[in-house]
């Protein structure tokens, strides 16, 4: 691949760039411990959380996301009156942020931390450099399937982390604690370093750009993943 596709595939992963002053294109990250927060000592505990691309926190918005694309004002109205208190509140960000995230709700949460995983994993040696970029290829394809452009996806990925941050909250505070996410010092701190800071970078790298995506390595022909 050109240095201009590597550099497309590695800013998938650019808001955790922003977060810890990273740069948002090198092939691996500043080193990180992934035992504490991840439980990933070696290669095998990498490649299976690479899963979580498809079965991550995007799927406890997924429902909610679908009904507000297709219901009616009548019809969304009527449906939150017969939700519980923690899927209407659900719902109801599901509302606030669609403008921002699309149809890709909050995918891009899951996709550009598993970004994240894959350069700390060819930093710490558990990948190769063709191995990292084959799988960064199959998270792009995914994050072009649910996403039309840079704005989308980074709204899915601020939008991901705002739910996540949330998930502990009770069923009666859930929409409160939604609502405050949002202007929290990390969300203020990210989205001013990706304004600021990725604002070039991204007129760099156009969201359509073409990607000559390699081939799979022999070396991950057991690991069952598209």
């Known amino acids: 691949m050109e240095e201009i596709e590597q550099r497309w595939l590695y800013a998938l992963s650019a808001p955790m760039a922003a977060l810890n002053g990273s740069?948002?294109?090198a092939p691996d990250y500043i080193e990180m411990d992934l035992q504490d927060g991840w439980g990933i000592s070696n290669r095998e505990q990498l490649l299976e959380m690479l899963y979580m691309a498809d079965r991550g926190h995007a799927s406890g918005m997924l429902e909610a996301y679908w009904n507000w694309q297709r219901c009616l004002p009548s019809e969304w109205s009527a449906l939150l009156d017969g939700l519980a208190p923690r899927q209407r509140a659900l719902h109801e960000f599901a509302s606030r942020t669609f403008s921002e995230c699309g149809h890709g709700g909050i995918r891009a949460w899951d996709l550009g931390r598993m970004g994240?995983?894959?350069?700390?994993?060819?930093r710490s040696g558990w990948i190769n450099l063709d191995e990292s970029l084959w799988l960064h290829s199959r998270l792009a394809l995914r994050a072009r399937h649910y996403y039309n452009s840079w704005s989308t996806y980074l709204g899915?990925?601020?939008t991901g982390r705002m739910y996540w941050c949330c998930l502990d909250s009770a069923d009666d505070e859930l929409g409160h604690a939604l609502d405050r996410e949002g202007y929290a010092y990390w969300s203020r701190c990210s989205a001013r370093a990706l304004a600021q800071d990725a604002a070039e970078l991204f007129a760099e790298l156009p969201w359509d750009l073409p990607l000559n995506l390699p081939q799979k390595p022999d070396s991950l022909a057991e690991f069952n993943w598209s």
């Open 23 to 25: 740069s948002y294109t």
């Open 156 to 158: 899915g990925y601020m």
């Open 116 to 122: 994240f995983l894959l350069r700390n994993g060819l």
